[in-house]
């Protein structure tokens, strides 16, 4: 198939796919990690075409069996351009295509909520300071990264959406069918689902 990853990093997902013989196309906003995903592509020797693009602004148009935006890569834009991901989504896809993509669930994120998070390895610290806003949807956090003894403070936030919001925003952007898991073995997503793991279809061309 013709494969879309969107928010491709280093090409984990983009050059695994090529293994299998899929022809996949990688997009990514930062420079470095495509520059990564490039190279590992060579040591596999398998070819990915990567494009530095941000997927606010991307213009394929029916090109593609299968759209995929993996591990939480969805929702750090104003609600008007996330709506517009996905409308680019659409318009990328072949008619009947499929897109995938994975994110919290906001329900359950919020009973679950921990305001500090601290994550350490070696002599390097991590360190998530985390809201919530109800009245938008969002979590922000205002992470410091301490690496060699040097501060940096990398603040961003998330919209996280709950099934029906989710639901109702692929059908504006283009999508016809939708169905939300709860992993990735295939269980429909519950209350107590931690994540959700969103299959959506572009309407099929009538005859």
């Not at 990514?28 to 590992?40: F, H, P, V």
């Not at 990915?48 to 750090?76: A, H, N, P």
């Amino acid at each position: 198939m013709r494969i879309l990853d969107l928010a491709c990093g280093h090409g984990r997902h983009a050059n695994y796919l090529a293994e299998l013989g899929h022809r996949v196309t990688g997009v990514d906003i930062t420079a470095g990690l495509l520059e990564i995903a490039k190279k590992d592509a060579e040591e596999r020797e398998v070819t990915v075409k990567y494009i530095q693009e941000d997927m606010r602004e991307i213009s394929f148009k029916d090109e593609f069996d299968r759209v995929l935006l993996l591990y939480t890569s969805f929702g750090y834009f104003e609600d008007e351009e996330n709506l517009r991901v996905l409308e680019n989504v659409a318009q990328a896809l072949k008619p009947g295509g499929l897109f995938c993509f994975d994110t919290h669930n906001r329900d359950v994120f919020l009973k679950h909520f921990l305001p500090y998070i601290v994550t350490e390895k070696e002599n390097d610290l991590m360190i998530d300071r985390i809201t919530f806003d109800s009245a938008t949807g969002r979590m922000y956090n205002r992470r410091i990264v301490i690496r060699n003894s040097k501060r940096k403070d990398k603040p961003f936030f998330v919209r996280f959406y709950n099934p029906t919001e989710l639901r109702n925003l692929l059908r504006d952007g283009g999508f016809k069918w939708c169905k939300i898991y709860g992993d990735w073995d295939g269980n429909l997503v519950t209350s107590d689902s931690r994540r959700m793991i969103v299959v959506a279809k572009k309407e099929e061309v009538k005859s």
